[in-house]
């Protein structure tokens, strides 16, 4: 009955997330670093990085672009906030559930249920976290490519 106890299913999610944030912020590292010794690395890591200049020249020929990635760079910032506040609604809700279920004499199948119910509401919250993680992480690269050509670009016309 291990994991059907509340401080187990917290300390996953917590676990969890911070794997997800260090990988978004180490992959980058330790992708240049592997890229040096395995050919397959080296090409994804050329794909990635002609896939961001197509993005930056996109916006540089179409400001109306930049504007574009930059609200769903913002959305997807909103959507990570407000997706951490359900997150711990729910943590809050399973654990009030499990004490409930102690205390009202609830059968063990029926916790186990509500317990079940309350993880698979917590993983779709949290897919849609890493999802935007993701996301965000990515733009982020793309527009700061975006705004270091553009001030190089106007640097040279004056």
């Given at each position: 009955?291990?994991?059907s106890t509340v401080?187990?299913?917290?300390?996953v999610?917590?676990?969890?997330?911070?794997?997800?944030i260090?990988?978004?912020?180490?992959?980058?590292?330790?992708?240049?670093?592997?890229?040096?010794?395995?050919?397959?690395r080296?090409?994804?890591?050329l794909?990635k990085?002609?896939?961001?200049?197509?993005?930056?020249a996109r916006?540089l020929?179409?400001?109306?672009?930049?504007?574009w990635q930059?609200?769903?760079y913002?959305?997807?910032n909103?959507?990570?906030?407000?997706?951490?506040?359900?997150?711990f609604?729910?943590?809050?809700?399973t654990?009030?559930?499990?004490i409930?279920?102690?205390?009202?004499?609830?059968?063990?199948?029926?916790?186990?249920?509500?317990?079940?119910?309350?993880?698979?509401?917590?993983?779709?919250v949290?897919?849609r976290?890493?999802r935007?993680?993701?996301w965000s992480?990515?733009?982020?690269?793309i527009?700061?490519?975006?705004?270091?050509?553009?001030s190089?670009?106007?640097?040279?016309?004056?």
């Amino acid at each position: 009955m291990v994991f059907s106890t509340v401080s187990w299913f917290i300390s996953v999610v917590v676990v969890g997330l911070l794997i997800n944030i260090a990988s978004n912020y180490l992959l980058p590292v330790i992708d240049n670093q592997l890229s040096k010794y395995f050919d397959t690395r080296r090409k994804q890591n050329l794909k990635k990085q002609a896939f961001i200049e197509r993005e930056v020249a996109r916006m540089l020929a179409n400001p109306s672009y930049f504007t574009w990635q930059t609200t769903n760079y913002i959305i997807h910032n909103n959507t990570i906030f407000t997706c951490l506040i359900l997150l711990f609604v729910l943590l809050l809700t399973t654990a009030f559930l499990d004490i409930y279920a102690k205390f009202a004499a609830i059968p063990p199948a029926m916790r186990s249920i509500l317990f079940i119910a309350g993880g698979i509401a917590t993983l779709s919250v949290l897919i849609r976290i890493f999802r935007s993680m993701s996301w965000s992480v990515k733009s982020r690269v793309i527009i700061r490519e975006y705004l270091k050509q553009k001030s190089e670009n106007l640097k040279i016309s004056h």
